[in-house]
């Protein structure tokens, strides 16, 4: 932000905006939202008490990020409330009935993941495909003296099956064909001018392919999609990588399809229950496992920063909100 967020009363002496913050946004963001306006944090471990009733009526401005979201208890109480500030992009976490209903703005921060999230999904399937992160440890555990690493799986000539071709799932698409690997994907319609070939059924594009990368939306309609039948029907020889969300997986079934050699390994970013991860997966060699971290860069954290503080500015201004979230529809 080319500004530091202004006190709406001017230099008169009043008091700056209180602002609340719901979830651990990214320091350096709160860091600079403190220097104009009182920032009260309350969410679980945030080391702070939760604010007084009066207090937390005071609150002109709820902030959050798009995994913690905000509900219609959230706003609840706050008779001053204005605006709702998401770090990052909603997953369907966001109660925009309730704001609507309230006449509260909601913004949230542009998306610009798509390349980010698109290489740790490619280093998954490098990873899983051509066993990197075993090896690794095969080497660190002083093992290669012993005798030769076990051959791991050629990309080329492959098929990568993509699970949504949105944004991710298109920049996906041209990593993997820059690695001579076909092309398959699976969506609820068809687009034009999409990369690779439609399969409408999704047991069909998990027959197909030779790694199977999830980067489809969260929804209630994708939750648990990815079941015991379609990781059987990738089968032994087969590999899934997951960069959208723990539950599309059926993580019980696919810790099952691993012990039991029914499918080939996985690459995860995500998981059911985050930052608790089932410790049977953290045991099995034909595992990678990585925090969710697609958007973790200090390129996508200063991007996300400066729309958050544009928006919070200008509304405190009384100019013009940008990155506002069109709640017409709900």
Not at 230 to 237: C, I, N, R, T
Not at 239 to 243: D, G, I, M, T
């Given at each position: 932000?080319?500004?530091?967020?202004?006190?709406?009363?001017?230099?008169?002496?009043?008091?700056?905006?209180?602002?609340?913050?719901?979830?651990?946004?990214?320091?350096?963001?709160?860091?600079?939202?403190?220097?104009?306006?009182?920032?009260?944090?309350?969410?679980?471990?945030?080391?702070?008490?939760?604010?007084?009733?009066?207090?937390?009526?005071?609150?002109?401005?709820?902030?959050?990020?798009?995994?913690?979201?905000?509900?219609?208890?959230?706003?609840?109480?706050?008779?001053?409330?204005?605006?709702?500030?998401?770090?990052?992009?909603?997953?369907?976490?966001?109660?925009?009935?309730?704001?609507?209903?309230?006449?509260?703005?909601?913004?949230?921060?542009?998306?610009?993941?798509?390349?980010?999230?698109?290489?740790?999904?490619?280093?998954?399937?490098?990873?899983?495909?051509?066993?990197l992160?075993?090896?690794?440890?095969?080497?660190?555990?002083?093992?290669?003296?012993?005798?030769?690493?076990?051959?791991?799986?050629?990309?080329?000539?492959?098929?990568?099956?993509?699970?949504?071709?949105?944004?991710?799932?298109?920049?996906?698409?041209?990593?993997?064909?820059?690695?001579?690997?076909?092309?398959?994907?699976?969506g609820?319609?068809?687009?034009?001018?999409?990369?690779?070939?439609?399969?409408?059924?999704?047991?069909?594009?998990?027959?197909?392919?030779?790694?199977?990368?999830?980067?489809?939306?969260?929804?209630?309609?994708?939750?648990?999609?990815?079941?015991?039948r379609?990781?059987?029907?990738?089968?032994?020889?087969g590999?899934?990588?997951?960069?959208s969300?723990?539950?599309?997986?059926?993580?019980?079934?696919?810790?099952?399809?691993?012990?039991?050699?029914?499918?080939g390994?996985?690459?995860?970013?995500?998981?059911?229950?985050?930052?608790?991860?089932?410790?049977?997966?953290?045991?099995?060699?034909?595992?990678?496992?990585?925090?969710?971290?697609?958007?973790?860069?200090?390129?996508?954290?200063?991007?996300?920063?400066?729309?958050?503080?544009?928006?919070?500015?200008?509304?405190?201004?009384?100019q013009?909100?940008?990155?506002?979230?069109?709640?017409?529809?709900?």
């Open positions: 932000m080319s500004a530091p967020v202004p006190d709406p009363a001017g230099d008169a002496g009043r008091a700056a905006p209180e602002v609340l913050a719901i979830a651990p946004i990214y320091p350096p963001a709160l860091e600079a939202l403190a220097r104009r306006c009182t920032v009260l944090r309350d969410w679980p471990g945030c080391g702070e008490p939760a604010p007084d009733g009066d207090r937390a009526r005071r609150v002109r401005a709820l902030v959050t990020t798009g995994v913690r979201g905000f509900t219609a208890g959230d706003l609840r109480d706050r008779p001053l409330l204005e605006i709702v500030a998401c770090f990052g992009q909603s997953h369907g976490t966001l109660d925009l009935t309730a704001a609507r209903a309230r006449g509260i703005v909601v913004t949230n921060t542009p998306d610009w993941t798509e390349s980010a999230v698109a290489d740790v999904a490619l280093g998954l399937l490098l990873g899983t495909m051509r066993r992160a075993e090896a690794d440890r095969f080497v660190r555990a002083g093992r290669w003296e012993a005798g030769p690493f076990p051959l791991s799986t050629d990309l080329r000539g492959k098929t990568c099956g993509i699970v949504g071709m949105g944004a991710i799932g298109r920049a996906i698409a041209r990593r993997a064909a820059a690695f001579d690997m076909r092309i398959a994907w699976h609820p319609r068809d687009k034009p001018d999409t990369p690779g070939v439609w399969r409408p059924r999704l047991i069909e594009l998990a027959r197909e392919s030779d790694c199977m990368v999830i980067a489809c939306a969260s929804t209630p309609q994708t939750r648990g999609m990815v079941d015991a379609v990781q059987d029907a990738l089968g032994p020889g590999f899934l990588v997951n960069v969300r723990g539950a599309i997986v059926d993580e019980a079934a696919l810790i099952a399809a691993l012990a039991e050699g029914r499918l390994g996985a690459g995860l970013e995500v998981f059911a229950d985050e930052p608790r991860v089932p410790p049977a997966l953290r045991a099995m060699d034909q595992v990678m496992l990585v925090p969710h971290l697609g958007s973790s860069t200090r390129e996508i954290r200063a991007r996300r920063q400066a729309c958050w503080l544009d928006s919070l500015q200008a509304h405190f201004d009384g013009p909100v940008p990155h506002r979230v069109d709640l017409t529809g709900y």
